[in-house]
């Protein structure tokens, strides 16, 4: 039976469109109250919601078989991830959807408030030429203060470096390495960033240490004439001292698209013209939302088919920065721990998993817990999360070792996974593109590994191919992809197979009896 997810709130197609061709079956019910959603939810082994609807612990509890949960963006503040843990629901969300757009906003907001453009434009359309009123400031040469160098702040750091700005900042979980990179001057604390900034802008989550972030003793230690923006959340800037301090005159201009308790109709800040306001438009691009879309079905996707999910908010996560590096790898790990598993035919003992390049900075216990899942799903001994990894492995007398290299042979980025002698590499050179096989027990290869798979393993001499390929051609066995593996340090080659046709002991035994020199043969299925 398919599986159902369903989505009550307005996403773009490139959602539903993913997931259909997935075979999952979709339902958009939009505009239900929580009472309409709790007769129905029960039906659903995934949920995509955007910041609208209210998930709910009660809701959770009446969903009976909710697998997903998918926030069709970055926050997941309408969501109660606790009660989703609680009954094991994976609670994932699109963290790299929109921040191009969420930067081009900051930065037109403060060009906005620097030239006093939504001012100048009211006024031409009320038939007023007043070009003194619209006295502006350059950014060229000004100090801009970035309260949060993550994703959004450093491309803002880099579009406002861009305008000839100096930049400072202040980010507790930034390395220096990261700041230096961006041009950017961090500090230990907001006292010491404060009465530097011309402009003020934030790019931070909102948590019980973000909320009144800036209050009055902020502001007043502010620059005289500084002006702030905010298209990260409300709540960060105490909105009634801000709308003090502006009709004080100490902040010149401020552009904010977040608010507490949205909608806002009515707020301290609407009696100044100085204020632009705009509707939380910070994601409401169409290529935001496209991204959205498409990264949300898929990260459901995953979650409905058990593999571990990226950017699952209640369980080990890839950090955002890397998140479309590492993405790709968690399916390729999967299809690792199964080869893995079927070559040794037994469960092994022992699992390294060393991440090199790129990927080396994700949490590599997302790759662990899928080249894990991969081994036990296809011996059929169990479910693994990153959060349960190192425990079903000593369940299963697994021996981890996990590491990460900045070597990465030639590659951007690769995977390679140790299980007991079986050794293999991957690499994934396009996020849209299959991985690809590059070693196996010391073998170099590059092929991408089919549903099918022959892999012998003989002494090398003439016409060993051929002998293979007359019995498979006699059984109807179609030969899709081939290469041979060599090693210098030993005389043995390693054949690898991609193969179209079902094949019974009956060819295995004929194919093991025909090879001379025959070393050993797997037959893989994927």
């Given at each position: ?6 989505v ?15 075979g ?36 959770i509890?009446?969903?009976?078989k909710l697998k ?18 609680d ?17 081009e ?5 403060i060009?906005?408030a ?39 702040g ?16 202040y ?8 700041a ?19 402009y ?18 902020e ?10 923006i ?35 109709i009515?707020?301290?800040?609407h ?11 910070g ?8 991204r ?33 590096v ?6 390729a ?9 079927q ?28 080249t ?17 990894a ?6 299963h007398?697994?021996?981890?070792e996990a ?7 030639g590659?951007?980025s ?9 050794e293999?590499?991957i ?9 690809r ?25 003439p016409?060993?191919?051929?002998v ?5 051609g006699?059984?109807g ?28 002991d009956a ?10 020199g025959?070393?050993?043969?797997w037959?893989?299925?994927?």
């Open positions: 039976m398919a599986k159902r997810v369903l009550t709130e307005a996403v773009d197609k490139a959602c539903t469109s993913i997931l259909r061709s997935r999952i079956a979709v339902d958009m019910k939009l505009g239900l109250n929580t009472d309409q959603l709790k007769d129905i939810i029960g039906q659903y082994d995934g949920m995509i919601v955007r910041s609208h609807t209210q998930v709910t612990r009660e809701l509890e009446a969903a009976g997903v949960i998918g926030r069709a963006g970055v926050s997941v503040d309408n969501i109660d991830v606790e009660a989703a843990t009954h094991n629901v994976i609670v994932c969300n699109a963290p790299n959807s929109n921040i191009v757009s969420a930067a906003l900051a930065m037109g907001l060009i906005a620097s030239r006093s453009i939504p001012q100048a434009n009211e006024a031409m359309h009320h038939g007023v030429w007043d070009r003194a009123a619209c006295k502006g400031t350059e950014l060229y040469e000004k100090t801009l203060a970035i309260f949060g160098l993550g994703r959004v450093g491309l803002v750091a880099q579009r406002a470096a861009a305008f000839g700005m100096k930049l400072i900042g980010d507790p979980y930034c390395s220096r390495d990261r230096t990179a961006l041009g950017v001057e961090l500090y230990d604390s907001i006292d010491e960033v404060l009465p530097q900034a011309d003020i802008t934030v790019h931070m989550p909102k948590t019980e240490e973000t909320t009144g972030m800036f209050g009055p003793l502001f007043a230690k502010m620059k005289d004439g500084v002006i702030v905010n298209v990260a959340r409300g709540g960060i800037y105490d909105e009634k001292a801000l709308s003090d301090f502006i009709a004080a005159g100490k902040v010149r201009a401020v552009g904010v698209d977040v608010f507490e308790g949205e909608p806002v009515t707020s301290p800040l009696e100044f013209d100085q204020a632009i306001l705009t509707p939380h438009i994601a409401d691009t169409s290529e935001a939302q496209r959205a879309g498409a990264q949300i079905a898929n990260y459901v996707a995953l979650g409905l088919a058990g593999s571990v999910v990226p950017t699952a908010v209640n369980l080990t996560t890839v950090p955002p920065e890397v998140v479309d590492a993405a790709p790898y968690v399916p790990c999967q299809l690792m721990g199964s080869m893995a598993a070559l040794n035919r037994d469960t092994p003992q022992y699992l390294g998993v060393t991440a090199a390049g790129r990927i080396a900075t994700s949490d590599i216990q997302v790759f662990v817990a899928s894990l899942k991969g081994i036990l799903d296809y011996k059929e001994k169990g479910v693994v999360t990153p959060k349960n190192e425990e079903v492995a000593h369940r007398g697994i021996a981890i590491s990460t290299t900045a070597a990465s042979d590659y951007s690769s995977l390679t996974i140790t299980a007991d002698d079986v293999l590499a690499t994934v050179a396009d996020p849209q593109r299959p991985a096989l590059v070693s196996l027990f010391g073998y170099r290869f590059d092929l991408v590994p089919g549903k099918r798979q022959l892999i012998f393993r003989y002494s090398d001499a016409g060993r191919i051929g293979i390929g007359t019995i498979l006699e059984h066995i179609n030969i899709t992809t081939m290469q041979i593996g060599k090693r210098s340090d030993i005389d043995s080659a390693l054949v690898f197979m991609n193969v179209e046709g079902d094949l019974d060819v295995l035994d004929e194919l093991r009896e025909s090879i001379d025959l070393e050993d043969l037959y893989i299925v994927l």
